[in-house]
């Protein structure tokens, strides 16, 4: 098969989309005959095509996991589709509509903002060896390989590779994490989904369009206390967490510094 | 609001290449820029010498931003350790600017950095050196946005207010 007519298939996204296809394996296999016959342009535009294909079939592969109800799985899916849209927009800029990409882009924003995820795992970690992942050169001030991070070469993207941590000084946790796979799980608790599965009832295909607006405020502590009873007796009272997420208060938003988060989400569906 | 926190600071060149053990070129390299970029030492009390995750990129990026100007890192290339902290906010290692052109310079290519990379949050410190021995620390910590203005604003505050003690800094202009 050639890239162009795979191209065209892709472009079809999303109609049809029940009879969707996978081309990863033409993709490879074309892929590897660009770089056999020394082709760069047409090898990074076949990465740029094969980042297009598993964005378009990750995206239908969320609605069986939605389907299913396994909604962390889902939640790491929502952030690989978000990489892989970061890296493969700043390659080459789609226009509105094509291949479904805006949309895929909109649609995965809106149901990250809506889950009930508050608190993630941060680690910090010591570097030792970072490689180049083209030529697998040591990265060092002085020593730069050629290859800049994020650009294609040959159909590969640049990125580094750590072959050596050191120490581990600390985790944190945080709200707007950088790995957002990273969710504290509490034992024996479980987050509330409603938000998402009530959002999903609402919808006829996954191509629907839907907006979210969030008004998300931190209430500090001393303003929570006030407004309610003395702070031993709440906390006492207080069983399920006032921020919605579904945990228990003492394993959610009690532990912040900051205060209680407090969330208002505003809906808008077009059917 | 000012996202800039300014004071005085201990920080210097030759201590840093002292603690750094420098090779001798590396040393005359350092010795000689007017932008250095130099580790962390005691982070959470790890006794690790390291630089912000990314610090090699903005590296290249300042070489490639300011190519008359003369740039270092203050770290043997088989001792340079990154310390990652995996945060939606982008930390860019200690800077010493030694001159206030380069600083000009500097401010500028790092919003322009920040902006490229797509972070919307920033955290820096910058250590402008008087002539007495002492220096300022400028410490950024606030919108990508805002990076060039506030510490353009900043930098003629100090002028104003440490006056002689900035005048090399202030005459290299």
């Known amino acids: 098969m050639k890239i162009d007519k795979i191209v065209d298939e892709l472009r079809k996204f999303p109609t049809n989309y029940s009879n969707w296809q996978d081309y990863s394996q033409e993709l490879k296999l074309l892929k590897k005959n660009a770089v056999d016959s020394n082709d760069e342009i047409l090898a990074n535009w076949v ?121 581990f000084p600390g985790i944190a946790m945080v709200d707007d994490p950088v790995h957002k796979y990273a969710v504290g799980f509490p034992q024996g608790e479980d987050y509330d989904y409603s938000l998402v599965e009530k959002t999903l009832d609402k919808l006829s295909s996954p191509f629907d369009d839907w907006e979210v607006k969030i008004e998300r405020k931190i209430i500090p502590w001393k303003i929570f206390y006030s407004k309610r009873k003395r702070k031993r007796q709440l906390n006492d009272e207080i069983v399920k967490c006032p921020c919605k997420s579904g945990l228990r208060f003492e394993t959610c938003c009690k532990i912040r510094s900051d205060g209680i988060v407090s969330i208002t989400y505003k809906f808008k569906f077009s059917k | 609001m000012s996202y800039i926190n300014v004071k005085e600071s201990k920080i210097n060149k030759l201590e840093y290449i002292a603690k750094t053990k420098l090779n001798a070129s590396i040393e005359d390299e350092i010795r ?46 088989e001792d340079y350790v990154e310390l990652s902290l995996n945060s939606i906010k982008t930390r860019i290692s200690t800077i010493i600017v030694d001159n206030l052109t380069s600083f000009k310079s500097l401010v500028i290519k790092i919003a322009k950095y920040i902006i490229s990379l797509g972070y919307k949050n920033v955290e820096s410190t910058i250590i402008v050196p008087t002539n007495k021995g002492s220096a300022f620390e400028l410490g950024y910590n606030g919108p990508a946005g805002l990076y060039e203005k506030h510490h353009a604003e900043a930098i003629n505050d100090l002028i104003k207010k440490a006056g002689t003690l900035l005048e090399d800094f202030n005459n290299e202009d």
């Not at chain 1, 299913?68 to 800029?93: A, G, Q």
């Not at chain 1, 992942?133 to 730069?144: G, L, Q, T, V």
């Not at chain 2, 995750?53 to 890192?73: A, N, W, Y």
Request: charged share 25%; aromatic share 12%.
């Open chain 1, 47 to 167: 990465w740029v095509v094969e980042q297009i294909n598993k964005i378009q079939n990750e995206f239908l592969s969320l609605f069986n996991l939605f389907k299913i109800k396994d909604f962390h799985e889902s939640w790491c899916l929502l952030e690989r589709i978000e990489l892989k849209l970061k890296n493969v927009m700043k390659l080459y800029e789609f226009e509105k509509d094509e291949f479904g990409i805006r949309q895929i882009e909109k649609v995965v924003s809106n149901f990250q903002d809506i889950f009930p995820y508050r608190l993630f795992i941060s680690t910090e970690l010591y570097y030792k060896e970072i490689n180049c992942s083209i030529c697998d050169a040591k990265i060092s001030p002085r020593n730069f390989c050629g290859h800049t991070k994020g650009e294609l070469y040959m159909g590969e993207i640049a990125h580094h590779i750590v072959n050596e941590v050191g120490e």
């Open chain 2, 32 to 77: 000689n820029s007017e932008i250095t970029i130099i580790p962390m030492t005691n982070y959470r009390e790890v006794k690790q010498m390291a630089f912000h995750h990314g610090t090699t990129d903005f590296l290249r990026f300042l070489q490639q931003e300011l190519p008359t100007s003369k740039i270092g890192i203050c770290v043997n290339d």
